[in-house]
């Protein structure tokens, strides 16, 4: 991977992932316990996870901190606690207007006193939220960046005291990154302002180039570095040859997913429709979502996701930074994602609960003539347009690779791993085979193409040339009278279309215009002239299926882990909720997350007291929902003696 030369950061140990990370230090100082304290009251959680203690520590203390942790780490009480903590209110930058109301609410259910300021509000809203701020009476204030270039929200600022400055989504300051953000930009005057105040900048996606510039752009070089590991265990990747995308789609939906959330992501506005009424059509609740659609439409789309059960949102990438449903249980890609950036941050929606979750990518050949186009005519200068290429380059040799996905996706974060037993490459393990004379097959048919007749054809023409088909269009171009016509009947089709893409993906051949013509590359001369082996991987026969058990197409996904007789008090909870969450006109998670309700079901409490030890049910939630929660348990016991 190539990095600009920014910096090394001072501490950049990847330390254990969000699951296996120490326990909470029983000795650590009195801004520990004090922490401690808020977790266990205002959260409704035992421990800390992860590195979280180490960084509201250092935080809480007044150190400044940059912090890499994946989507679903818990960065959230990294900054929230230390606001809690510290004299003062936090204020927190991110870019994710439309979900700051969410955020609000989800701190408000909590007992935490939250608001925010951006460009959805009238005036006499801001003018409370300011009047809150003024007072005193904020825990937590939410502010868009764009807020900071107005002069009167930095007096605002300045007539207030604040506990911390905390930078969400961190990358979008970094060009080098697929985010970016102008506004971030001016991010960087908050320390000339406010020296004294600590500042924490977080960001679940940064190479190791991403993470120097956030780091250089935000004068946060002095700052202490947290690097969690990236890796997502409860995540499997998989990454399949496209052939009929939808129904590929919908086989995945129906065979693993019935019934449960995820998000689809498409290239254009356009596939983004069309996917989404197939989808409907086949009895999948599904919404479309991109940036030709109204405000209203797309908020509207956007909410029914987040507050209703099991809806799927198809979407382009305008959609997702930030979104914190954390019952997401699948991310399809039904195009090549641009970059691994991108690609790991769109994935990383999935599972931010922690159980089971697929990210699955369906890619062709037709994906990289797309993404080669775009590039070609997008704006910028040559080394803007390098660099994007660099991303494609990357995406493509992890849909090639032979080893383990997650290797390589962690390896691209530059962190080390062994292979993970849940990818579609280790589960169905993708042999290797010597491609070198198919290769100079191909390769020679495009030189033939060339030479004899002055031509460039597609991948297509070429293929119907190797397996000497007699085709409407060989015939008319006379190309049944080439010497290579009919010399590549060992392989089929499909395998064809893999080698091309393959040689696409290894930069041993390209793809030129509208049409995608194939032409030699610089190194197409070696394979051709022997000089160089090419190594391909062969599609499994059959792609991997998980070794989950599969659902018939009616039955909701099935809560995993939990105990039979526990299923049908499950629900009952679930119907609570959804009922409790419509009232108040929040999302479900707000409430309670799938997880508290599963331990709930499980333990079956009779008392408030013991229904508080449950994770996530902290001080506030108890008080408002614990009788309504021990009423409903009694209704489901009575339901299910009878
Ligand atoms: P991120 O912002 O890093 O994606 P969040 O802050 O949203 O992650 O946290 C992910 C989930 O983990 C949330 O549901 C959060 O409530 C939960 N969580 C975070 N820290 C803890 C903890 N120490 N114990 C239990 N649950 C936690
Ligand atoms: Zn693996």
């Known amino acids: 991977m190539s990095s600009p030369e920014t910096g090394t950061p001072p501490e950049t140990r990847p330390e254990a992932g969000p699951e296996a990370g120490p326990e909470t230090d029983p000795e650590a100082g009195p801004e520990a316990s004090e922490a401690l304290e808020v977790l266990r009251r205002v959260f409704g959680y035992d421990s800390f996870r992860g590195s979280q203690q180490e960084i509201i520590e250092h935080v809480v203390t007044g150190g400044d901190a940059l912090v890499l942790m994946p989507t679903g780490g818990g960065k959230s009480l990294c900054y929230q606690i230390p606001s809690l903590v510290r004299k003062g209110v936090g204020v927190v930058v991110s870019p994710l207007i439309a979900l700051m109301q969410d955020q609000v609410d989800a701190l408000r259910a909590l007992g935490v006193r939250a608001g925010f300021l951006n460009s959805t509000q009238d005036l006499d809203e801001r003018r409370l939220v300011e009047a809150e701020f003024l007072a005193g009476e904020l825990d937590l204030l939410y502010l868009a960046p764009e807020r900071l270039r107005v002069e009167s929200t930095v007096r605002l600022l300045e007539r207030g005291t604040i506990s911390l400055f905390a930078i969400d989504e961190a990358h979008c300051v970094a060009q080098w990154g697929h985010d970016f953000r102008p506004d971030y930009l001016a991010l960087s005057s908050l320390h000339e302002r406010w020296p004294d105040v600590p500042r924490i900048a977080l960001t679940a996606t940064a190479t190791e180039a991403t993470h120097a510039e956030i780091a250089s752009r935000l004068g946060l070089q002095d700052a202490r570095h947290f690097v969690a590991s990236f890796d997502r265990p409860n995540i499997q990747y998989r990454i399949a040859p496209k052939n009929d995308p939808k129904r590929q789609l919908l086989q995945l939906l129906r065979a693993e997913h019935p019934g449960d959330a995820g998000i689809v992501y498409c290239l254009s506005r356009a596939s983004v429709e069309k996917t989404a009424e197939f989808l409907v059509k086949n009895g999948v609740d599904a919404l479309p979502y991109h940036a030709g659609l109204d405000t209203r439409t797309r908020a509207g789309n956007q909410a029914r996701f987040l507050r209703e059960d099991g809806m799927v949102m198809v979407a382009t990438i305008a959609f997702g930074m930030g979104i914190d449903k954390p019952d997401v249980r699948f991310v399809a890609h039904l195009d090549l994602p641009k970059s691994v950036e991108g690609y790991y941050q769109e994935t990383g929606r999935a599972g931010r609960d922690g159980l089971p979750s697929t ?44 080893e383990c996905r997650r290797v390589q996706l962690l390896a691209y974060f530059g962190q080390r791993s062994t292979a993970c037993g849940n990818c579609d490459t280790c589960l169905t393990p993708a042999e290797s085979w010597d491609g070198t004379v198919p290769a100079q097959k191909l390769l020679s048919t495009v030189v033939r193409l060339k030479r004899e007749r002055n031509q460039k054809f597609g991948a297509g023409q070429i293929t119907d040339i190797l397996l000497g088909k007699k085709t409407a269009k060989v015939i008319q171009f006379d190309h049944d009278a080439l010497s290579v016509f009919g010399i590549g009947t060992e392989l089929r089709e499909a395998e064809w279309r893999s080698v091309a893409r393959q040689l696409l993906a290894q930069g041993l051949i390209a793809v030129e215009g509208d049409y995608g013509t194939l032409v030699l590359t610089d190194e ?87 229904l508080g030890t449950v994770t996530g049910v902290g001080e506030n939630k108890l008080a408002k929902y614990g009788q309504q929660i021990l009423e409903t348990l009694g209704t489901a016991a009575v339901g299910a003696a009878e």
Request: net charge neutral.
């Open 359 to 402: 990210a699955w990518l369906a890619y062709g050949l037709q994906d990289v003539v797309q993404q080669r186009k775009m590039i070609e005519t997008s704006e910028g200068d040559d080394a803007h347009r390098r660099r994007l290429g660099a991303h494609v380059d990357a995406m493509l040799a992890l849909c090639e690779t032979v």
């Open 524 to 610: 197409s001369g070696e394979v051709l002239g022997g000089r160089r082996p090419v190594v391909l991987r062969r599609e499994p026969e059959k792609a991997a299926r998980p070794a989950r058990a599969e659902k018939s197409s009616k039955q909701r996904s099935a809560p995993v882990d939990l105990p039979a007789e526990a299923v049908p008090v499950f629900e009952t909870l679930r119907a609570w909720r959804a009922a409790s969450a419509k009232e108040q006109g929040v999302p479900a998670y707000v409430i309670f997350h799938d997880a508290t309700l599963r331990e709930i079901a499980t333990l079956a409490p009779s008392t408030l007291a013991e």
